[in-house]
T-cell receptor
Framework: QKEVEQNSGPLSVPEGAIASLNCTYS??????FFWYRQYSGKSPELIMS????GDKEDGRFTAQLNKASQYVSLLIRDSQPSDSATYLC???????????FGDGTTLTVKP | GAVVSQHPSWVICKSGTSVKIECRSL??????MFWYRQFPKQSLMLMAT?????????EQGVEKDKFLINHASLTLSTLTVTSAHPEDSSFYIC????????????????FGPGTRLTVL
């Protein structure tokens, strides 16, 4: 079992729809959770971080964390073609130097 | 957000030569930096973790004598690909970890723009 699992996709949604990206993790002591966006040929860009159970909203993005279920998700409202990218989930345990990354979910938003 | 730069953004070299890639944290001090490699349409692969003032920790399967890492200051880490061969052609990305941002567990990894290496 991978430490951080994501559906590889591709996930395809129409423009204006809500895109839902999911991630599960195996280490129960994880405390820090991140979503990165990676456009083709570019490096990952941090878009959200979340540390507490519940929802965290930033513009069209909402991160949701459920530590009991070891589950973190990213919702993108009013999806735009420019949101088409690979989304990486990253999880970090306290005092660990590095975050552990999932393999990413590729999202395509169709006009 | 924190800014990480990388230089060069791309490099083409002949087989057998060595290539150095620089990674800098521009607006914060990074005690820890990471080097990743990514082949087309594949996942990020962590190569090594670099701590300022100490030897880098390499992931299993990564040749430390081929990929030399130096983290001489809190804002600079370098990766040198020695005796590069065509199979080393890849996208190399560094990442720097910020200090805690006022709350527990808030240290965060930010990525540089990457260096595309092509070995002929």
């Amino acid at each position: 079992q991978k430490e951080v699992e994501q559906n590889s996709g591709p996930l395809s949604v129409p423009e204006g729809a809500i895109a839902s990206l999911n991630c599960t993790y195996s280490d129960r002591v994880s405390q820090s959770f991140f979503w990165y966006r990676q456009y083709s040929g570019k490096s990952p860009e941090l878009i959200m971080s979340i540390y507490s159970n519940g929802d965290k909203e930033d513009g069209r993005f909402t991160a949701q964390l459920n530590k009991a279920s070891q589950y973190v998700s990213l919702l993108i409202r009013d999806s735009q073609p420019s949101d088409s990218a690979t989304y990486l989930c990253a999880v970090k345990v306290p005092n660990a130097g590095k975050s552990t990354f999932g393999d990413g979910t590729t999202l395509t938003v169709k006009p | 957000g924190a800014v990480v730069s990388q230089h060069p953004s791309w490099v083409i070299c002949k087989s057998g030569t060595s290539v150095k890639i620089e990674c800098r944290s521009l607006d914060f001090q990074a005690t820890t930096m990471f080097w990743y490699r990514q082949f087309p349409k594949q996942s990020l692969m962590l190569m090594a973790t670099s701590n300022e003032g100490s030897k880098a920790t390499y992931e299993q399967g990564v040749e430390k004598d081929k990929f030399l890492i130096n983290h001489a200051s809190l804002t600079l880490s370098t990766l040198t690909v020695t005796s590069a061969h065509p199979e080393d052609s890849s996208f190399y990305i560094c990442s720097a970890r910020t200090p805690l941002a006022g709350g527990p567990f808030t240290d965060t990894q930010y990525f540089g723009p990457g260096t595309r290496l092509t070995v002929l």
